[in-house]
């Protein structure tokens, strides 16, 4: 073989040395290119290739399967906490995705969020953390002195000019302290459940690892925006549920941010989530789905990371867990079972956002004979009428929760998962949302929209339409066509 190598012209050989080399690095190229790609995203943003993850293209249209295993509400105590120097460096906690950023040992002087790192490559964006917020008139109704400069800023120090900047007297204020920027629409029962707190808790999950999870319960929310309780809702079930998947902790306004800058010494945050809905905005899934928690579909998290806090305050709130079977049959609540699956209408008839009153009728009526054909028990719930006890106990005992879109529906946070938990969202015909929808993603429940008399599962490509007519109280339903699909939900095993 050598000799007869030897003996090709030299032309030739070279023409067969250059072809060989070129398939050679097709094949590499071939081979390498995906991981170089890859590997590009983690070097260009360093430490932050936990933050800038890929968004997914397409999150998974069904629901997770629930496997029958309960999840383990168990978590770690916090470490103990003794912050001694200003030179101990900050860390991210958790992955950090627009607008969802955990920090170890966070800094916070003169309102001025610092973070200490010798490694200034391996942080976020500093303006993917917190932005610069305009105060808007509609913001300003919020507060009595806009002029107290609220924190809307962070800056990147080293140790050397930490000792310089941030002086030698430090206060610790210990375990986790989640601070809320929203500027518009904190004050909403979805939009402070179904957007932040279940925000917060999927960022937050990524913690909740098998053997080395570090994740522990919060210990306060700090909203330096608003003043007083000027963050609660109107119908203030925010507040008390709180209360009940977060005993310990406790929710500061402004007054206790004035109260921090006004000592004059460096706070050091044992551990802080700064949570920011301007910045979730800016995340490339906020342009498919525009929601805060859109950015956070593409993190691995327990498929039942929501059921850590829901089983805490249904626990909580109803003084005992009702588990429902595989057909959503009740099998654990106290005192209490089924023998049929429940499934409850919300009834908005007294609000705004309403059915007809023929469409109304023509519901409750197909919900009543598929009670009297054996199939489910039906609740029809007017919620304003009923305690929030009441209410999360209905949910929580629900195996399918139907209602004209709405506040009504964010209940749905409270009912449990299993293979035919299902939201049933009524809307006005051939408008589409994603708010649902998402709550469904998150927490394992299966979800259509009803548009009448057809019935619709939403694609994860389909764009937000909102047409007029979907707020008004005016809204069609063929009440056969619910009881059709439910019967259809309840007939599969
Ligand atoms: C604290 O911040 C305010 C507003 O940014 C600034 O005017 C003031 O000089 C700062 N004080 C100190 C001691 O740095
Ligand atoms: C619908 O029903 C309500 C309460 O029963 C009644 O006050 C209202 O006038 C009805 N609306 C129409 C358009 O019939
Ligand atoms: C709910 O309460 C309102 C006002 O208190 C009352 O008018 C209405 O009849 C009640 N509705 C039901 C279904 O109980
Ligand atoms: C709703 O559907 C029913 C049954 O198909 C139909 O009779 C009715 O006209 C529809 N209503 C509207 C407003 O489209």
């Keep these: ?64 399967m629930i496997s029958p295993d309960r999840f383990p509400t168990v978590f770690p105590d916090r470490p103990k906490y003794d912050p001694t120097t200003v030179t101990k460096e900050t860390r991210l906690a958790a992955i950090a995705v627009h607008g969802f950023t955990t920090m170890d040992q966070l800094y916070l002087r003169n309102g001025t969020f610092y973070i200490v790192t010798s490694n200034q490559y391996g942080c976020p964006l500093l303006e993917n953390i917190i932005p610069h917020i305009t105060i808007s008139p509609e913001t300003s109704q919020f507060l009595e002195d806009v002029n107290t400069h609220p924190a ?38 979805y939009h402070w459940w179904g957007e932040i707190i279940l925000g917060f808790w999927r960022a937050y999950s990524v913690l909740d690892l098998p053997k080395t999870s570090s994740l522990y319960w919060p210990s306060r929310f700090i909203i330096p925006f608003y003043q007083g309780n000027k963050w609660r809702d109107r119908a203030d079930i925010d507040g008390p549920l709180m209360k009940s998947a977060f005993p310990s902790a406790t929710i500061e306004s ?13 706070i050091v945050f044992q551990r802080a989530m700064i949570i920011s809905r301007h910045v979730t905005q800016k995340h490339p899934n906020s342009k498919i789905w525009p929601k805060m928690i859109a950015g956070l579909m593409g993190l691995d998290v327990h498929e039942r990371f929501w059921e850590s806090l829901r089983v805490v305050l249904v626990r909580n709130l109803v003084g005992s867990l009702p588990e429902i079977d595989e057909v959503g049959k009740i099998i654990s609540l106290e005192h209490e079972t089924t023998i049929r699956p429940a499934i409850t209408y919300i009834s908005r008839q007294n609000g705004g956002r309403r059915l007809t009153n023929d469409s109304h009728d023509s519901l409750v009526e197909a919900l009543a004979k598929l009670e009297e ?67 469904s993603q998150n927490v394992g429940h299966k979800h259509y929209l009803v548009w009448n008399d057809t019935i619709k599962t939403i694609n994860p490509h389909d764009k937000v339409k909102i047409l007029d007519g979907f707020h008004d109280n005016a809204i069609p339903v063929h009440g056969e066509a619910v009881a059709n699909l439910i019967r259809s939900l309840l007939r599969e095993t």
Aim: proline residues 5%; glycine residues 6%.
């Design 1 to 64: 073989m050598m000799t007869s190598c030897a003996s090709l012209s030299s032309r030739r050989g070279k023409r067969v040395i250059f072809i060989a080399l070129f398939l050679f690095s097709c094949l590499l190229l071939y081979y390498f290119a995906p991981h170089i790609k890859e590997r590009a995203l983690i070097v260009t943003s360093q430490g932050c290739a936990t933050f800038i993850k890929k968004p997914q293209d397409q999150p998974p249209l069904e629901p997770p």
């Design 152 to 189: 809307n800023e962070i800056r990147l120090i080293t140790p050397q000019q930490a000792a310089y900047i941030l002086g030698d007297r430090v206060m610790g204020i210990e375990g986790l302290s989640v601070i809320l920027y929203d500027t518009t629409m904190m004050t909403h029962y």
């Design 254 to 266: 402004r007054d206790y941010w004035n109260d921090l800058l006004k000592l004059d010494i460096t």
């Design 373 to 439: 054909e054996g199939v489910c028990d039906v609740r029809v719930a007017v919620m304003e009428n009923m305690t929030l006890n009441e209410q999360v106990r209905l949910s929580a005992t629900s195996t399918i929760t139907i209602g004209v879109h709405g506040n009504g529906l964010t209940h749905q946070l409270w009912m449990p998962s299993s293979r035919r938990s299902t939201v049933i969202e009524i809307v006005y015909p051939g408008s589409t949302d994603f708010d649902y929808w998402m709550l």
